[in-house]
């Protein structure tokens, strides 16, 4: 859950479906904490701005070597700024990872 943390703004490599998807529970989590604290103590959206740009690096360095285990570039990450467009983004996410290596790295499975 925490490597994506510990890989900070590392664009390269490639990520699990597992590291991308704990990664976006605990994103999620922290989201949801900071906004009923936002919420409980009247502020504005303090807690939630502070979250949402401590986490955004890291959210899209995971996304980006999520789209490397599927083979692709990176720059695919920009289809989530188009509407109904990021619907194919999310289905890459969900796709298993290239097995074995493919031109991002290793496979972070061990498939052959």
Do not use: Q
């Not at 994506?4 to 597992?18: D, I, M, P, S, V």
């Not at 529970?25 to 936002?38: P, R, V, W």
């Not at 890291?58 to 467009?85: E, M």
């Amino acid at each position: 859950m925490f490597e994506a943390l510990k890989k900070y703004a590392e664009f390269k490599g490639r990520a699990r479906r597992k590291e991308y998807w704990l990664f976006i529970l605990l994103y999620s989590i922290c989201y949801f904490i900071a906004f009923l604290i936002d919420v409980v103590s009247g502020a504005l959206i303090i807690f939630t701005a502070i979250v949402t740009l401590g986490l955004l690096i890291p959210l899209i360095s995971v996304g980006v070597r999520r789209l490397h285990d599927t083979d692709r570039s990176g720059w695919w990450y920009l289809l989530g700024f188009v509407p109904f467009a990021n619907i194919v983004l999310l289905i890459f996410f969900f796709l298993d990872g290239t097995p074995g290596e493919n031109r991002f790295g290793p496979d972070p499975k061990g498939r052959e």
